[in-house]
């Protein structure tokens, strides 16, 4: 392979990020230390001042501390930001390592970003200049990075590190300020984030993913896809996701019935995207085959499209239908819209964040819209129009069909944030510094990890070649070099 | 391979489900819309009435909504059902897609088929028409499709997806009957299931499974075993089902010391287990090797029996015995009733649920019946006493010892449903329409599903074959023919 | 290989546990049962005369059992005891079974050997002669377990299951006595457990791994690494365990704020160490790449740190400076000090426990002890320091100078008594009784375990060998041999 092999490397973009990666995790946690030193307090429900705090607001027990109304969904969400996401990028055949390990590194930054950008917009205190942070902040900082690893998802395979880090800021930055105007100047509701979350993350990840566009992507087709493990491996993300989503869409609903209703009506949607996506798959494929991808992702599809009316009273058959319908255009999505994308578009996405999270957001963001412009006091009592709609404050008046109105203009803010941001962003990412893998060097792992030799046909003892470098335990020369060098 | 392959071919049985498989999950799909609509509302704890509901019941805090007893419960019940059960029947060496997946399908159909028969038998508001949901019902959803999982686990590998949706149908309205009888008419406890789960589902498994006997299932041995790593994924099936069953059989007891003394039951039957199977799995095996199927399994088999002794004070004691036993005698049936059953019975059971579910099921049953029968006042207290055994009503004169008999009865009630239940159902899915596959072609993900190719040795760039079908991106010719064919 | 193979067999040692694995496992479990049944019964709170109690103490409602407080933080724990160990143990590439298998094995005993131990030590009714226990026995047993399973992490692959028993057997108690000794006498805060888990543990798995010093371990150096899936399977546990943390650390902490703000400061210590991790394994690697042994481990090590300092006023930045520092130092500890360790101080660390969890434990007890002594009435109020460092009864007077130099001694006695008794407990794993494998034979599940054969080319159906051995169904002689025998 000699000749070629020269030919091709010559071409062959430097993926090397030893300098730029540590460098951007250094500074970027270094200014977080000074920016949280500076911002970040504790709220009066984790303070060490609470036996005061309840004294004074006449709380009788501890129990009615928020940590007891939301620190189960908040561990759930985190499953699904962590294990949901991450494994669910593990499909690739030798990409488990990128899409898991890269979607850790984007949350865990991500997430003190996201406390930061959102402290400033909802919970800075203007007397004492500091935001206050509890367990509904973590949440929504959690929130805040699903953005992200949507976006991400679109991207699998096809940036480096160091790039996945730009956009996140980026990413989270851009999130703030439409969920501001979204929820603060609008005065949407959007518990689970159909317009905030799944609408913007995905439009943002396919904007950039356009801007990223590789013409000779094809170089890698070889390893674009899965294997029979590595499709078991995603199985694992996509049930965490699955199962959790009623936590996420209730995790930040109004205590009692609020909660309750939203997990009700998210379960419901969900097992009824199953089946149509069953159906559509099946129908799809010669003798009635069912396609991985579409199991492992359309399935998802009610939860994503119920993330905005799940709150209202949308009623159970009203879930089954938004689930029925999303998972039928989903598996559709998967099976036209992503090839067409990618042939007439020129717009690859890896994970086809399209057919998730873009298109299910936009729906479910419309169908809180026409949901909340036909609530009726009857349906909501007065008291529950007021708390479901919060009707309170400078909104005490607004009619149930103004909501509506504005919630359809949230979801078109959430898009727009989306497609303009990610074209701004991909510009930035397009700079040849952040170390993005040649064409025919993308999917895999061996770019940006130390990937084991894979010895299927392990060797008997005495056969054994004692010059086999061990990755695990014997560190020698190369890692040595950090001071060397 | 040419002649034989045809010889074989021909009288393979026709797999395709392209046409069966869809019109059941869209006919069954819009059954539940129309039920769902027509029957099912929110409950008053989930209702947008809420805040008038806490007034008139003098609830003075969000906290004791319901949501916040049971839902921390419902989330580890719901991991154990798509997650535990789901990765328990991975173990397979090539039907890891079936083992998830199908349990993915059965839980997803038979939860909302299972909202609406418990719902009719158990929560129909005769003034109303109506049933009502909460938390508590999703959590008994989850438990009604339980039984039909265990089922499959008999089935895996042999049943084509159409039948696992017939025979979860019937599982679920079978459940639910027996499920009325055990619990309301001969008013038995069983929170965790031992005798309205466990042995219902486990012997609804077996009786299909003898029914559907295949004499030459020999011929598919080549792929009725695991390998090294669907074993490891199998663990994952197994651990959250034994961390989690602390929440399985806690779930829907009674609130406060309910809940947290079946908890710890639980807890500590399992730890017994463990040892147990551990101890009889090594002194089975040649130098005192552990076998992954028992460890898998039996160490489950604590859990299954203190399903329904886990809320009376058996105390720890008496719940590490429980748990001591059920190792070793589930041990024993992997390594002797199974392959009896296989031999002498022509009963097929492909994860061994005659030892994991039917017959801890079946003792569970009866050591609830002890238990029950040898309590007395001053363990219990004479409100603990009422509230454990829920006498009240026209119950308020049952005494201990007769309510031992009933639970007796009970475990005999659910074996009967199972066995009679199973045979009848057993006979519906003979009829050769529903597209299982040959003796020969049993245990493969080929067979239903679009299984990647395997390229462990994946070639380098430049000899990339270029005609290779991409499985996860290019979506050609096959899936367009929706619309041709 | 005849002769090669032979006289290695002689001078193997017997790895032939079916005598010694059974007994150990019934020996132990009977007299489990028996100290059981004299020793423990219900817990107020879990009694069934919980109504009466409810009266007695003025309790409005059930939502005030502990249950509720603490009941998802346990689910949370006792995950991170069995997946999340369990799983992070299955990078070896063929050690997965022992990895995950054994864990277990330690983990279900050793949680009822810590409820006795602890329940001697800390609730001894000196009336009854009873402990009574609750839900937060159960974590403490989970957390007790939490230190034989970091020593087992440094001797992974190099001792028998009867070894294993042992060592928890004596890390039990030695960690009761430890705790005791810390929380009790000394009045140290150590609520997730730096000093008296991680200091403990790492110190007590290092001593005996000093002691089991296997000079000639090269000769399994072929089978000490991971392969690509097993490094995907180990993200499993590494991510249960650092989504899981904050719980870890806020499972007994005090209600309301206490847990509260325990569980944000383990969130952001957490995030921090990520980002320094991957800084340091990039700088550390050939073109920046990342080494999933860093990624794996020492993300984790902010958890760690913070286990003391948590609960204290450290404020978000503090936490953030607290998974800066410990990150870098934890991979350093990868790069160098494992390496050097086994080179000049003889002492071989499988899952590198020393700079997970010995370093970062030591370091987040000394922590503790400097946020202790900064605390200030000002920034606690009166009532929370006394909460939160618990200033009562003939602690009340105590200053918080002298409550950080008594944190800092309470890290030196884990520590000590890691050393000391690890070292003994090695000498008694020394003696040559317990079937431990020879040095070439380590790291191997063929030793403990019946391993299916690989077979990734399964033949077609025709070749298909009818002699094959069929593991998971075809139980044969050798199986029955427990009777032959």
């Not at 561990?75 to 996401?85: A, P, S, T």
């Not at 509701?189 to 396919?206: C, E, K, P």
């Not at 239908?321 to 255009?329: E, K």
């Not at 060097?441 to 130390?450: I, P, T």
Request: hydrophobic residues 45%; glycine residues 10%; proline residues 3%.
């Amino acid at each position: 392979m000699g000749n070629c092999c020269e030919a091709i490397c010559n071409v062959r973009k430097n993926t090397n990020v030893r300098v730029s990666l540590p460098a951007v995790c250094f500074v970027w946690q270094i200014a977080m230390v000074i920016l949280f030193g500076v911002f970040i307090r504790y709220d009066d429900e984790s303070d060490a001042h609470w036996e005061e705090f309840k004294e004074e607001n006449n709380i009788t027990s501890d129990i009615e501390n928020d940590f007891y109304f939301r620190y189960p969904s908040f561990q759930d969400v985190h499953v699904m930001i962590f294990v949901g996401f991450g494994f669910l990028m593990t499909f690739l055949k030798r990409y488990s390592f990128g899409g898991v390990g890269f979607n850790f590194l984007i949350a865990a930054f991500g997430l003190q970003w996201a406390l930061l950008m959102q402290g400033w917009f909802h919970a800075l205190d203007p007397n004492t200049g500091k935001i206050t942070i509890g367990v509904e902040s973590l949440i929504n900082a959690d929130f805040c990075c699903a953005g992200s690893l949507i976006a991400y998802g679109a991207l699998l395979g096809k940036v480096s590190p160091v790039q996945t880090l730009v956009f996140t800021l980026f990413g989270v930055t851009l999130f703030a300020v439409e969920e501001y105007i979204i929820l603060d100047l609008l005065h949407c509701r959007d518990a689970g984030g159909s317009m905030v979350i799944h609408a913007f993350g995905g439009y943002y990840g396919l904007a950039i993913s356009w801007v990223l566009y590789r013409p000779k992507l094809d170089l890698s087709r070889r390893l674009n896809g899965s294997v029979y493990h590595s499709d078991v491996f995603a199985m694992i993300g996509t049930l965490f996701l699955w199962m959790f989503w009623p936590s996420f869409n209730s995790a930040i609903t109004d205590h009692g019935a609020g909660q309750h209703r939203t997990a009700i009506n998210t379960y419901i949607a969900l097992a009824s995207s199953v089946l149509t996506t069953v159906a559509i798959s099946s129908l799809s494929q010669k003798r009635g085959k069912l396609d991985m991808v579409h199991i492992q992702n359309a399935t998802l599809a009610g939860g994503v499209a119920m993330g905005t009316a799940a709150e209202f009273m949308i009623m159970p058959y009203g879930a089954l239908i938004v689930g029925f319908l999303t998972g039928i255009i989903s598996t559709f999505g998967y099976l036209f819209v992503t090839p067409f994308f990618e042939k007439y578009l020129k717009l690859q996405d890896t994970c086809g964040v399209h057919n998730l999270h873009a298109l299910p957001g936009m729906l479910g963001g419309f169908t809180g819209a026409i949901v909340a412009a036909a609530a009726t006091e009857s349906v909501y009592s007065q008291q529950g129009l007021i708390d479901t709609f919060d009707f309170e404050g400078k909104f005490a008046g607004r009619s149930v069909g103004t909501q509506g109105g504005f919630q359809a203009a949230g979801t078109c803010v959430a898009i727009a944030f989306g497609l303009v941001g990610g074209a701004l962003v991909g510009v930035i990412l397009r700079i040849p510094i952040w170390g993005d893998p040649a064409d025919d060097n993308c999917f895999d792992d061996e770019v940006y990890w130390e990937v084991p030799e894979e010895e299927e046909s392990i060797p008997p003892v005495l056969e054994y070649n004692n010059h086999m470098i061990n990755k695990h335990q014997d560190l020698s020369e190369s890692n040595f070099s950090v001071e060397q060098s």
